[in-house]
């Protein structure tokens, strides 16, 4: 079956760091990718996705690719806020819809 | 646009009670989704519904839990009797899922349950 593996966390950062959060894959067929942040006490938001390899998925200055080869979808920022403070869940759907699989979550403190 | 609503947001019962959680999907979603999140772990599907059908349900404990989606709109997720190990974060999602598209799913702000 789908699985996401994350990066194991706590990740604290210092403002204006640089950010990587891994995430690799195991699915069949083309699945879409995607990155979700859950702020403190509020649900789900999607953050980024990329539906097919070599596509680049951005928003407020993350960035994850998805690549093929090394079944990852690993996300960068260049420079991290205090406001960026969340947990960050990798997750994937299959090519025939329906669920979603989930990593376990990474949590991101920034601190200033 | 609203997004996903549930009800109520926090819950603490005490065990073998019963419990209902609700959920109003994004207009125009057809498609439904539950999902639970415990402590530490990112949510996993319990039921799907498209429109009024439960297309996969293989993860529901449907000796405590079921739910419904009579109209093909909004939601009723319900425990009973509920256990210890119930204690959860329980989010509702919707989706427009049509032939060949698949569509971003949006999350509600979950029910955080608390079993005592």
């Known amino acids: 079956g789908n699985s996401v593996t994350q990066m194991e966390g706590p990740v604290t950062l210092s403002e204006e760091a640089f950010l990587t959060i891994n995430c690799t894959y195991t699915?069949?067929?083309?699945?879409?990718l995607f990155w979700y942040v859950q702020y403190p006490g509020e649900g789900l938001q999607l953050l980024l996705k990329?539906?097919?390899?070599?596509d680049k998925g951005s928003n407020k200055g993350f960035e994850a690719t998805y690549r093929k080869e090394t079944t990852s979808f690993h996300l960068e920022k260049g420079s991290v806020q205090v406001s960026d403070s969340a947990v960050y869940f990798c997750?994937?759907?299959?090519?025939?819809?329906?669920?979603?699989?989930f990593g376990d979550g990474t949590t991101l403190t920034v601190k200033p | 646009e609203a997004g996903v609503v549930q009800s109520p947001r926090y819950k603490i019962i005490e065990k073998k009670q019963p419990v209902a959680f609700w959920c109003n999907p994004i207009?125009?979603?057809?498609?439904l989704y539950w999902y639970r999140q415990n402590l530490g772990q990112g949510p996993e599907l319990l039921i799907r519904?498209?429109?009024?059908?439960?297309?996969?349900d293989s993860q529901l404990p449907k000796d405590r839990f079921s739910a419904e989606r009579l109209k093909g709109v909004d939601s009723t997720l319900k425990i009973q009797p509920a256990e210890l190990g119930d204690s959860a974060v329980y989010l509702c999602?919707?989706?427009?899922?049509?032939?060949?598209?698949?569509?971003?799913?949006?999350f509600g702000p979950g029910t955080r349950l608390l079993v005592l």
């Open positions: 999602a919707s989706s427009l899922e049509g032939r060949g598209i698949q569509e971003t799913q949006y």
């Open positions: 699915a069949t067929g083309y699945p879409s």
């Open positions: 990329a539906t097919k390899a070599d």
């Open positions: 997750a994937l759907r299959g090519s025939n819809a329906g669920k979603s699989t």
């Open positions: 207009s125009g979603h057809n498609t």
């Open positions: 519904y498209e429109n009024e059908e439960a297309v996969d």
